[in-house]
């Protein structure tokens, strides 16, 4: 019985490979997410890699149909990495399975050694006293859990976010933390940190979920663990980058437009497949879709926001140089697994209620909490007090490519893709054809 489940499970496998095989051509949310991810590949903040991708978006926009296609440019406090090494010296030798963090601090061309300080949680780390730290590098422990909803990434994200400067604050040399992750390869997650003003940037790892298993074993096991470090990437000011913006007019220019967000970088560690080439590719064939049968009253832009991953510099430039008036806003940046539930913050409950009614049929569920759009559009969102709707995609395993060397093109199922172009496609349809004020709940 055992086998004959296995067996099982190896045809499922080999089914799904199968399908992402099968480049549905002619598809433009596929044509767009295979295109950025094959033709142009990691596109790191700042990079050159990102100046090429604001190229291909541009280009590529432009070919669609789009209007008005500019690139709008703009500077950044960005993070060229290095060598990233690190392995534990004792009680045993083994080399670790680590990547920096942006804005990490910089070691030696020779790297650092420390005895490992264990902390559990970052409440732990919290609780050390002052200086207790000194010439130690802090291991900050605390496994992420999965959630359909995502939900874990905000309260479990803080060891990435705030540990490093914390360790430092109490004297630390070097951190190194678990991946912000729900997998168990040995994939190490990348991600920004922050130093505020005034705390000095130490070098600062993730290890892969093993590896950070086979620390906490150690750990618990009472036996003194050092480790070396080597995280060679810098801190870089006035690097270019830029977002790139278009639209589909509509047939009411005097009324608001409606604004798609997602961003165009990625971490270097994959090709940003699902974070987020996929969001650009589903705001965008869905743009397209919207106008089947003619375009609709309102225009619609989207917004290829550029740099979002080390701090959402891209949406906060969109917001300060776009004062003109939007309607409402709307962001893809969750990958493209299914989409399951909608969110409002709008004032206009026959609006919602249209909205609900037309993503019912496709198993779309309505949730009861607010909707706040995401880091591309949040800075136009509350600078305008604008009407957001979600559309929630299914995230028990993003968690498990978010930042990693596995966020590809294959980790995409084309049927999915399609169920979110559909779904937001339906939303399109209903407010950019209301001829009327949307506006966000009071």
């Known amino acids: 019985m055992r086998n004959h489940a296995r067996a099982l499970a190896l045809i499922a496998t080999l089914s799904v490979s199968t399908a992402y095989a099968q480049d549905p051509k002619g598809d433009v949310a596929w044509d767009l997410l295979a295109g950025l991810t094959s033709e142009v590949g990691p596109r790191m903040p700042g990079s050159e890699a990102e100046a090429r991708a604001r190229v291909w978006a541009e280009a590529r926009l432009k070919a669609l149909g789009f209007s008005n296609v500019a690139v709008e440019p703009f500077k950044i406090r960005g993070y060229v990495r290095g060598r990233d090494e690190g392995s534990l010296l004792a009680p045993i030798p083994f080399k670790l399975a680590i990547t920096a963090l942006g804005y990490s601090g910089t070691t030696p061309e020779k790297g650092i050694e420390g005895d490992v300080v264990y902390f559990p949680t970052l409440d732990a780390l919290k609780a050390a006293p002052a200086g207790s730290l000194s010439g130690k590098i802090a291991f900050i422990d605390h496994a992420m859990k999965r959630n359909q909803d995502g939900s874990g990434y905000g309260p479990y994200g803080q060891v990435r976010r705030a540990g490093p400067a914390i360790a430092s604050g109490k004297g630390a040399i070097g951190v190194v933390i678990r991946s912000i992750g729900t997998d168990s390869h040995r994939n190490p997650h990348t991600g920004g940190t922050t130093f505020p003003d005034g705390v000095k940037p130490i070098p600062a790892g993730a290890v892969s979920n093993p590896d950070a298993d086979l620390i906490a074993r150690i750990a618990r096991s009472g036996k003194a663990i050092r480790l070396s470090l080597t995280l060679t990437g810098k801190t870089t000011d006035n690097l270019p980058s830029g977002n790139v913006i278009g639209d589909l007019p509509g047939r009411d220019p005097s009324l608001p437009p409606i604004l798609l967000g997602c961003h165009l970088d990625s971490w270097d560690l994959g090709t940003g497949a699902i974070d987020d080439a996929a969001g650009c590719a589903i705001i965008t064939a869905a743009a397209l879709k919207a106008q089947e049968g003619g375009a609709p009253l309102r225009t619609i832009r989207v917004l290829w926001a550029g740099s979002e991953e080390l701090g959402g510099f891209g949406g906060k430039a969109y917001a300060e140089k776009h004062s003109e008036p939007h309607a409402l806003a709307m962001e893809s940046d969750f990958g493209a697994s299914r989409v399951w539930r909608v969110q409002f913050n709008m004032a206009d409950k026959a609006l ?17 909490g607010k909707a706040d759009g995401g880091t591309d559009v949040e800075p136009v969102i509350e600078r305008q007090k604008l009407a957001v709707v979600d559309l929630n ?8 490519l978010h930042h990693t060397p596995d966020d590809t093109l294959d980790k995409v199922d084309p049927a999915e893709l399609a169920q979110n172009v559909a779904a937001w496609a339906e ?6 054809n209301e001829a009327g004020p949307i506006a966000a709940a009071p």
Not at 353 to 368: F, K, Q
Not at 393 to 400: E, K, P, S
Not at 427 to 432: E, G, I, R
């Open 393 to 400: 995609q299914d995230g028990t395993h993003y968690f498990d």
């Open 352 to 368: 919602t209620d249209r909205i609900a009614a037309a993503l019912s049929p496709m198993g779309i569920v309505r949730g009861s």
């Open 427 to 432: 939303v399109l349809k209903v407010v950019a």
